[in-house]
């Protein structure tokens, strides 16, 4: 029977959280940030997880709740670390003075077209499901549970993704999708993608 739950990542397959970070960032410093992503979102009570069984865990989503935007934590003040001391100096600077403005600027144009944004409405941080349990409908459960905690709460689900076939999956569970853009990040092109999921009135 498949169990989803808010709940613990003690027992959770790193495989589930799936990073689509391309070129842009040291694995290292990717693999810290998202363990403590999953920490943070577990104090929050904004991490769900899903499985067959008690302790079994194939899929995880992190969210943010209305009034928290990037970065943000109810119950850490001082955030979600990115460990950006540990990266190389130049792909820092990069990162800082290029990468995020313009993912933020992009996410900001994307969900103002909906009349919402990250603080306004119920963001969903990170999705990722075990490449070995995929296609068994894990990762629609925990979206399709957001989209009925969206609804309790009278706001819109948003989120941001780089992939076209990503882009497909969110439609067909109802996302539009309100901006996409492409810029060059190390020499090749990038693409962002902001969809919002709006709770029928």
Known sequence: MLRLERGSLTNLNPKAWLIQAGNAFH????????????KIGTDDGFVWVIGQKEGDIQGALHALPPGYTFGQSKN???????????????????????????????????????NTSVKESLYLSVLGVDPSTQRNGYGRALVRTM??????????????CGEEDTVRWYQRLGFEETLKETIQIRGENQTAHVLVWTPKS
């Open 27 to 38: 694995g290292d410093v990717i693999r810290r940030t998202f363990q403590a992503r999953a």
């Open 147 to 160: 989209q009925e905690e969206a609804a309790s709460l009278g706001v819109p689900l948003t989120l941001g």
């Open 76 to 114: 850490h003040p001082e955030g979600i670390p990115s460990f950006k001391e540990q990266m190389d100096p130049e792909l820092r600077k990069w990162k800082e003075d290029t990468y995020l403005p313009w993912v933020t600027d992009a996410f900001h144009r994307g969900t103002l077209k909906k």
